[in-house]
């Protein structure tokens, strides 16, 4: 017990440094955000290559990882935390939470993803691109203002997003996902294949309309702000965060509601970011206890990561003989 604990505070120091570090590294183009804030949209909006893009996102998830686990084990103390539970491996609900983040970190769910949709979400983009000749990008000229509108409009498409994958049949992906009998910080990253597909065809349309290829890497800086903070809605925080987590952000004791055991919580608190869609949509349910979490159904902690994959799609052509 105490050479686990001695590992997981080293790793929380390792991974504090490396903040530090990149920090330290990147300085220089974040300290450009005050001084020009049209150069700093050039710097986001800018063409990168691709394995730059797969190696920064690699090493921004894994810093906002140590960062979130940091917050977890100085809030609610080494035992009660995800970083714990990561460390002592147990049960398959933990180790499908890390076969997940693994295969997210290294973009094998992205690419898997892109394949699943059979470039669809390419061809629609291609639509508003090409032929509609919209881009929001355009009509928005001040650079502050449509970093705000982009970010916005990006925690909506999540939001839609999220009530869609609750309606049948893409519920029965989605379940994966709900699956989960415990928070552990990496719990944001399990889910099915196919329901990252289904989000590649949400994304491809509303990167085209608020502005086509260029803006697919702002959009990816800025939803690394959200991904951040989904480590910490799904860990075991109760916090409300009191008037923020009413008027402002979805609290992680109100994300926890919307993964309780109980069917009636499943389509409550769809938000992942903003508090408001769910205020504005009347699907907000205020949190009222520490919920126990999972799917009354779950054949998915019973087996391994790939059986559950089949599983969930099983489940979504009709196939399972359970039902």
Not at 48 to 67: H, P, Q, R, W, Y
Not at 198 to 223: H, K, M, P, R, T
């Amino acid at each position: 017990m105490k050479r686990q604990k001695l590992v997981g505070y080293g790793m929380l120091l390792v991974g504090m440094i490396g903040m530090i570090l990149m920090l330290y590294y990147y300085w220089p183009k974040v300290s450009s955000l005050w001084e020009n804030p049209e150069r700093f949209w050039k710097l986001f909006v800018s063409a990168a290559k691709l394995d730059e893009i797969v190696s920064l996102g690699t090493v921004v998830t894994l810093a906002l990882f140590f960062l979130a686990a940091f917050i977890d084990v100085f809030a609610l103390g080494w035992e009660k935390s995800g970083l714990r539970k990561l460390l002592k491996g147990g049960d398959q609900s933990v180790w499908n939470d890390i076969t997940c983040y693994l295969l997210s970190v290294l973009r094998v769910f992205d690419i898997l993803a892109l394949i699943s949709s059979l470039g669809i979400a390419y061809f629609l983009a291609s639509i508003f691109i090409n032929y509609l000749n919209f881009n929001l990008s355009d009509l928005i000229q001040n650079q502050w203002l449509k970093l705000i509108i982009v970010f916005i409009l990006l925690d909506l498409l999540h939001y839609f997003q999220h009530r869609f994958m609750h309606v049948k049949p893409f519920w029965e992906l989605h379940a994966y996902h709900h699956s989960a009998e415990e928070f552990t910080l990496l719990t944001t990253s399990r889910g099915h294949v196919l329901e990252g597909a289904i989000y590649f065809l949400f994304s491809g349309i509303f990167y085209a309309i608020v502005g086509g290829d260029d803006l697919l890497e702002v959009i990816f800086y800025l939803n690394a702000v959200r991904e951040g903070y989904q480590y910490l809605l799904h860990s075991d925080l109760n916090w409300h965060l009191g008037f923020i987590g009413k008027y402002v952000l979805i609290s992680p004791a109100a994300h926890r509601l919307h993964h309780s055991i109980s069917e009636k919580d499943y389509n409550k608190n769809y938000g992942t970011f903003f508090v408001w869609w769910d205020k504005l949509f009347g699907t907000y349910e205020d949190p009222k206890e520490f919920y126990k979490i999972g799917i009354k159904e779950n054949p998915y902690n019973s087996t391994n990561f790939f059986e559950g994959q089949w599983i969930g799609i099983k489940h979504f052509l009709g196939l399972n003989s359970e039902k």
